[in-house]
């Protein structure tokens, strides 16, 4: 996927957001994210939008020192929903009016304005599906976007130490965790190693790992994000328990 379509992708996944809290009772707890309602959900992907976006007006160079920004939330919560939909509108003219591929500041690999694009899609879309199972809906989430969203996640959890720390312990004598795709391309080895992890490059020769999680593009994206029990039917697990329990409890974003 590219910026442009990360961009387009952003609007469609706030516009099924919105339509999902909007005929719901915003009080409803949401247990893939404890302590939270609807509300709180919705107020916190709104909050993202506008902070990401005052992030790309100003193109950083640096680490910002602060984490302020108007957000201009409604004084009635039941305004959460157009809140958010204005949120994301409001992203989409920055979108516009930026040039994605120009450097920028990232906590992560790609230090371009492009990275928020594709990190605000993730988080939208990741809680979208949080909203629907709150509601008992089965989140469909299309697989080109499931499959980037897994490419996004494996490529900067090792970055991620500031805000989720419990990475820092993903360590290992040389070991390797795979996660493999049932319907369709998509394959990442992830090396653990006794100073670090982080995805093997390509090569020529397939490589066995020594544990392995195959499964939908869908469900992995939701697993990796800890919506999912790996010991659900909609995984094969293969190789290392040990190794995998290892990865899972410290992989937390």
Known sequence: MNPAQHGAAVAAETARFVATVKA????????????????????????VHRWFTALLRRRIQQPPTSREVDLRLPEDPEGLPDWLAASAAEAAEVFAATDLDAPMWAWGVDQHARFWVRRMLFETLVHRADAELALGISPHIDRVLAVDGIDEFLTNLP????????????RAPDRTVR???????GDWLIGLHPDGFGLV???????????????SAADLLLLLYGRLDRRSDAFRLLGDPDLLTHWFAHSAF
């Open 24 to 47: 719901a009772d915003l009080s409803t707890p949401v247990p893939t994210c404890p302590g939270w309602t609807l509300a709180d959900l919705t107020q916190h992907v709104g909050s």
């Open 159 to 170: 970055f991620a130490s500031s805000f989720a720390p419990l990475t820092g312990q993903l």
């Open 179 to 185: 996660f493999s795709c049932t319907d369709g391309a």
């Open 201 to 215: 490059a390509d090569s020529a020769e397939p490589r066995a790992a020594d544990a392995t999680v195959q499964g």
